[in-house]
C-alpha cells in the first residue's frame, strides 16, 4: 500500500496550495472538492482538481475526496475522475458496503478507495464497510463529524471517541486496510498534533489526516519507526538468525522471551523503516 503516514488535506479550487503541495514530504496529497470548498464552487474546484492531476507534479501520491453519491455533484466529481491517473478517491460519509460498491463501478480499474468514516451510522456499520472488498484499501477517521453527530464533550485526549478509534483499526486490520486518523484543528499548536499523532500510533493507525502543511513533518516523524523500536527490532532478527534458535519458536532475548510472532513484527517494522528513509 505505501507508507501514509501524512494525507494532507488542500481546496481543489485552491491553485496556490497546490503549486505549494508539489514541493511538500505528505504521503498522501487529497485535493478536496467537499468540506474546504463552498458550495458555489464545488463545480470550479472540480475543474481545478482534474487540471492539476492531469498536471501532475505531486512527489506524493494523488488522492480527490469527492462530494457524496446523492448530493448534486457527487455522480458529476467521479464522471470527470474517471479517466485520470489518480490512486486513490476519498468517499465522504460511507455508512454501508453497497455505497463502496457504488463508487467502485464509477471508478477506474486500479483506483482505490478510502471511506471515511464520520457518522454513528457508519460506526455502527464498520464491520460490514471494512468487508465491503474492492476497490476498497483503507478507513479513515472524520473526527469533526463524529465529534458533531456525537455530541461529545471536549477532550485533551478524545476520551469520548477512544472506543471508536479501536473499532475502526480493529476493522481494518479483520480485512487488510490501512487506518487513518481524522485531523488535528490547532495547526500551530504542533506538541499537541504531535501527542495526539502518538496516540494515533498507540491505538493502531497507520497515519494521520492534515489540514495545513506545517504539520506534514510532525506526522511523519510520530507514524515512523523510532531509533529505540528499530535498535530492538534488529536484536530480535539478529537472535532468530543463530544457530541456538533454528527450530525454537521462542527465544530469550535482552531478557525478554520472545516468540516467532515477534520475529515477524520486526521484520515489519525494519521494513518499514526502510521504506520511511
Known amino acids: 500500500m505505501g507508507l501514509v503516514r501524512s494525507l494532507l488535506f488542500l481546496p481543489a479550487s485552491n491553485a496556490r496550495a497546490i503549486e505549494k503541495a508539489r514541493t511538500l514530504a505528505a504521503d498522501l496529497v487529497v485535493l478536496d472538492l467537499e468540506d474546504a470548498v463552498a458550495p458555489d464552487s464545488r463545480a470550479e474546484a472540480r475543474a481545478a482538481a482534474v487540471e492539476a492531476v492531469r498536471n501532475g507534479g505531486f512527489p506524493a501520491r494523488v488522492a480527490v475526496r469527492v462530494n457524496a453519491l446523492g448530493t448534486r455533484w457527487g455522480e458529476a466529481d467521479l464522471e470527470a475522475l474517471a479517466d485520470l491517473p489518480l490512486d486513490y478517491v476519498v468517499a465522504p460519509k460511507v455508512e454501508a458496503p453497497s455505497i463502496v460498491n457504488a463508487y467502485g463501478a464509477r471508478m477506474k480499474a486500479g483506483v482505490r478507495l478510502i ?37 461529545t464533550g471536549a477532550s485533551q485526549d478524545r476520551e469520548p471517541l477512544k472506543p471508536w478509534l479501536a473499532a475502526t483499526v480493529a476493522a481494518a486490520r479483520a480485512h487488510g486496510l490501512f487506518a487513518i486518523d481524522g485531523v488535528f484543528n490547532r495547526i500551530t499548536e504542533h506538541d499537541a498534533l504531535a501527542a495526539e499523532c502518538a496516540q ?77 528513509r
Open 115 to 151: 471511506a471515511m468514516i464520520e457518522t454513528p451510522r457508519a460506526l455502527m456499520a464498520l464491520p460490514a464497510v471494512a468487508g465491503a472488498g474492492e476497490p476498497l484499501a483503507g478507513l479513515m477517521l472524520g473526527i469533526n463529524d463524529l465529534v458533531r453527530a456525537l455530541g
Open 200 to 276: 494515533g500510533r498507540l491505538y493502531g493507525f497507520d497515519g494521520k489526516s492534515l489540514i495545513h502543511p506545517d504539520q506534514i513533518a510532525v506526522a511523519n516523524v510520530a507514524f515512523s519507526p523510532t531509533e529505540a523500536e528499530i535498535t530492538e527490532a534488529r536484536s530480535i532478527v539478529a537472535a532468530f538468525a543463530t544457530p541456538e534458535a533454528a527450530g525454537k519458536g521462542a527465544i530469550r532475548v535482552e531478557g525478554a522471551m520472545v516468540e516467532r510472532l515477534h520475529l515477524d513484527q520486526a521484520q515489519a517494522l525494519l521494513d518499514r523503516a526502510a521504506a520511511c
